[in-house]
């Protein structure tokens, strides 16, 4: 699967070509935003990479010169009200060399940027991060679970339940269980997840990666951009069939290898009362180059594109983070799978049956 993000543990920042002002205080003596966006720049690679090594050469100087940058700030901008923008920067990029270089020092130094905006006056979505990776210490420190591991984890969840971040505090308490080997704690947060914040796309996502679908069983509700201009509302447009959804794009390879067996299974259910609707992620300016690929691909079932890549509305909205991803609606407008791709065929079946028993 074509993943969203680049390989595990670098932070993404996508921005725009920006002028970097003069590194003054603004009126609140605050760090200006120019500041930060030169800063966000630094994540930033230079040029496409050739290979594997030289890829990784080139995150890792960019996160060490972003960590650098992010010192030199933190003593010109000692006082300033929003320094946890800068610091959470900074934890990112520690973060990542903690990672990509294990050792004593690395992890210091990770562990005191975040003490520092523990110490600070940050809000609780800057705070519950920065908390986790010094709970983790405690919990496991030198990778074994310490014997109050459980204590220090529900103490993490206390101090964010009444917060805009209550929610990621049970997905990093959740992973806080599974390095402390707290089965039945991770479970029961999982289930608390599962039960108050399935509606928010990442959580949604993270669950689904821990093996639960918290969407089955829900409507899918999209207002779906046709390229013929039209627009198609589901559920209600098509209830009463069997709906797959394919999100996909052009630009992506898996998507284009799993197209034969997408022709495929189209022609085989067709005319079984299943409707089959593609999702573009293409970007901005592309629906003739799309209308053009799905004509010459032999490509007839129906077609969505917003022109949003990956903040496409319904991906965006059910976490959708890899393509191609591949959904199954039952007639009645919920979700049957929101990961048939491996056995769509089944998939269809199994949904097309069960609303066969339920009409009965």
Request: net charge positive.
């Amino acid at each position: 699967m074509l993943r969203t993000r680049l390989i595990s543990g670098l932070i993404v920042v996508a921005l725009l070509a920006i002028a970097v002002a003069p590194a003054v205080a603004d009126d609140n003596g605050n760090v200006p935003k120019s500041v930060i966006k030169e800063m966000e720049q630094k994540f930033r690679l230079p040029r496409r990479p050739t290979t594997r090594q030289e890829l990784m050469e080139m995150r890792l100087k960019a996160v060490r010169s972003a960590l650098d940058f992010g010192k030199e700030l933190e003593v010109k901008y000692p006082k300033a009200s929003n320094l946890y923008e800068v610091q959470r920067l900074m934890l990112y990029a520690a973060d990542f060399l903690a990672k990509a270089d294990p050792g004593a020092e690395t992890k210091a130094q990770k562990l005191a940027v975040a003490k520092r905006i523990l110490d600070s006056d940050a809000p609780a979505k800057a705070k519950v991060t920065s908390d986790f990776f010094v709970t983790q210490e405690k919990v496991a420190p030198g990778g074994s679970p310490a014997a109050d591991a459980e204590k220090q984890i529900q103490a993490y969840v206390d101090r964010y339940a009444k917060t805009d971040s209550a929610g990621l505090s049970l997905v990093r308490a959740s992973q806080l269980a599974e390095k402390a080997k707290l089965a039945d704690l991770e479970d029961k947060l999982l289930d608390k997840l599962e039960a108050d914040y399935s509606d928010d796309p990442e959580i949604g996502a993270y669950l689904k990666q821990k093996g639960r679908s918290p969407m089955i069983g829900k409507p899918f509700v999209a207002e779906l951009p046709l390229l013929d201009g039209s627009t198609l509302n589901l559920p209600k447009d098509r209830l009463g069939k069997v709906v797959v959804v394919d999100f996909w794009a052009t630009w992506c390879g898996p998507c284009i290898r799993y197209l034969p067996h997408m022709k495929k299974v189209y022609n085989q259910y067709k005319d079984k009362n299943v409707e089959f609707i593609g999702v573009s992620l293409d970007k901005a300016g592309q629906k003739s180059k799309l209308a053009s690929f799905v004509k010459s691909r032999q490509m007839p079932w129906t077609h969505a594109y917003s022109g949003k890549f990956w903040s496409d509305p319904t991906a965006k909205k059910y976490g959708v983070r890899g393509i191609p991803a591949i959904w199954v609606i039952g007639k009645d407008g919920k979700i049957f799978s929101d990961n048939a791709r491996s056995n769509l065929e089944e998939t269809i079946d199994k949904a097309l049956a069960q609303e066969i028993k339920a009409g009965k």
